[in-house]
């Protein structure tokens, strides 16, 4: 864009310098030089005039008569045609000088365009192969313009805090929050599994499920057996990274989910959803949901949890279309605002228990509800 400002500017200087040339101030023009014939001026004074100074001459047929009726010998008049000559030339010279500029910036541009559109089907070429490596893992394609893109799935750090559960964006700026999740993230890079200033955590955690949830869940339930005391804590589900390495231009993107196979989950159980994400700007996170929960529903190995009764999320409205058993079509149902967005998978029964150990431990159940596929809405 600056490239194209810069050479926008060249234009603009350029058809400057052009109307300049055509309309100067204080040049010689026609009656300039018929003064200097009538008061006894030689040729080769007016000549030199003509050559040396700027000029602004009529040298229409109408124009070219009243001249030779004026006594302007013909030698001045072949001389103020071949200057009006000479500034054209001059001036196409100029504005083709910077149309050419212009093109090449347009070129340089389309090429970076193209490199960057490149590089973007490398990165979908490598999530579907990583897909296709990973049998009994749910998946999701971006459906646009009739091309398919896998979306790279995030497995949520699920972090407690004291504070109640009433919205995201007020869970989003809770210092507790906050503090925990950032610590998260300071565990996770250092561990490699999220790359400083990166949208979303690298790709190894993506490829082994178990990496992230598995390195936090001894400080997850930690904090939790330090709250044993409390009634009540709120867990928040929540993916890394500020923005999402996937993007769309489209305000109403579709997708193709599919979550059969997977072991030890009943796939008619759940459905995929469209919900927004909450920035948490201080902590590099991204807030997916949360909920009230006892410090000891995280600590049980039953499946008597039932999580999702209450769940705080910001859900969006859209048509899923069941295509077979745990495979749909997913469409937003109206435009979205610009923003960042994520596939989830719910149960269809929000009384669905589940265990705290299989979420803690992001396995089974847990694992098809702590998945998220996020996508950034420009």
């Known amino acids: 864009m600056l490239r194209k400002w810069v050479f926008a500017m060249v234009l603009a200087g350029a058809l400057a310098a052009i109307a300049t040339a055509q309309s100067p101030p204080k040049f010689l023009t026609n009656d300039d030089i018929v ?30 008569l009243q001249l030779k009726r004026s006594g302007v010998p013909k030698q001045v008049i072949d001389a103020m045609i071949g200057a009006v000559k000479d500034q054209k030339e001059a ?49 999701v394609m971006m459906v646009q313009g009739g091309q398919k ?37 300071q565990s996770l890079l250092a561990n490699g599994t999220m790359k400083p200033g990166s949208g979303m955590a690298s790709m190894a955690m993506m490829a082994n499920p178990i990496i992230g949830p598995a390195m936090i869940a001894t400080s ?49 159980d759940y459905a995929p959803v469209l919900i927004r994400l909450e920035p948490s700007p201080q902590s590099n996170f991204r807030l997916v949901g949360a909920t009230a929960a ?32 745990g495979r749909y ?16 998978l719910r149960p269809v029964n929000k009384a669905k228990k589940f265990s705290g150990n299989n979420v803690a431990q992001n396995i089974g159940d847990g694992l098809v509800f702590n998945c998220v596929w996020s996508v950034e809405v420009q």
């Open 149 to 185: 893109q896998a979306l790279v799935v995030s497995h949520t750090q699920i972090v407690p805090t004291n504070s109640k559960a009433s919205s995201l964006d007020g869970l989003a700026s809770d210092g507790s929050l906050t503090q925990n999740l950032t610590s998260i993230a």
């Open 294 to 325: 006892k410090p000891s529903e995280m600590r049980s190995s039953d499946a008597n949890w039932d999580l999702y009764a209450s769940f705080v999320e910001q859900r969006v409205p859209a048509q899923a279309t069941k295509v077979a058993s």
């Open 91 to 139: 001036a196409a010279a100029v504005l083709s000088a910077a149309q050419a500029k212009i093109a090449s910036a347009e070129a340089e541009d389309q090429a970076e365009e193209a490199k960057a559109e490149a590089a973007k089907a490398a990165r979908a070429k490598a999530a579907a192969t990583m897909a296709a490596a990973m049998p009994g893992q749910p998946s």
């Open 329 to 344: 079509q997913l469409q937003a149902s109206g435009g979205l605002a610009p923003g960042e967005y994520g596939v989830v």
């Open 35 to 64: 003064s200097m014939v009538k008061v006894g001026q030689n040729v080769d004074t007016v000549l030199s005039a003509i050559q040396t100074q700027g000029t602004d001459f009529d040298v229409s047929a109408k124009a070219l």
């Open 220 to 268: 997850l339930l930690a904090k939790h057996k330090a709250n044993s005391n409390s009634s009540n804590v709120t867990d928040v589900w929540a993916i890394p990274g500020k923005k999402s390495d996937m993007f769309t231009h489209n305000s109403q993107p579709a997708f193709e989910v599919s979550f059969d196979g997977i072991p030890g989950v009943a796939v008619d």
